[in-house]
């Protein structure tokens, strides 16, 4: 029996040891799986193919005891590797998953040339569920960078994921005092254990 692995794909601007990132890995240890959380490359300007290629080199060859943890663009990286497979994995729980950004202006034309990329891409939606049946989402209703319901929505319709919305989360980081984050283990456990 395969032990069950985890991958932790940290957001835009983030390391590998920020936010609940590191507590998670902890917690899913002491269940048993094998957890990776891997520092993306160029994380203040993240890219589509450098991000899929990372997680590619890391992953090797999933399987159905292979499971995902994004959070904000490590979602998309692990959707845009997903589209890639041709092996199912156990499951995702992506964390502040976005298709759409609000503010981006006002953080300058920089940070909305780096988020263009990743919004204008298109992902192949059916193969991605093929490939993940279980996606659960976890959301808050005072994102900063909006988009809440629209989000849900492309998750809930095109992917068949489960969403969940939480109250004044903001963006899940260590600024919205999210550094503990017992939702997202839950929702783990519950996907480990439908296996």
Not at 14 to 19: G, L, M, R, T
Request: glycine residues 8%.
């Amino acid at each position: 029996m395969n032990k069950k692995r985890v991958y932790i794909i940290h957001g835009w601007g983030f390391k590998p040891k920020q936010n609940w990132y590191p507590w998670l890995k902890e917690k899913l240890e002491k269940e048993g799986f094998e957890v990776f959380a891997p520092q993306m490359p160029d994380s203040d300007e993240p890219k589509i193919e450098a991000w899929v290629d990372r997680l590619e080199g890391i992953v090797g060859k999933p399987d159905e005891q292979t499971y995902f943890a994004g959070h904000s663009i490590g979602c998309q990286t692990i959707l845009r590797y997903l589209e890639k497979q041709d092996q199912k994995v156990g499951g995702v729980v992506c964390v502040a998953g976005w298709f759409n950004l609000a503010g981006l202006e006002e953080e300058g034309e920089e940070v909305v040339d780096i988020a263009r990329p990743w919004i204008e891409t298109p992902i192949d939606f059916g193969k991605v569920k093929h490939i993940a049946p279980k996606i659960k989402v976890i959301l808050s209703d005072n994102d900063p960078y909006g988009f809440v319901e629209e989000n849900k929505k492309i998750f809930e319709e095109k992917l068949g994921a489960k969403v969940t919305i939480l109250k004044n989360k903001g963006h899940f980081t260590e600024v919205d005092g999210i550094i503990e984050f017992p939702e997202v283990l839950a929702e783990f456990l519950k996907l480990a254990a439908s296996r």
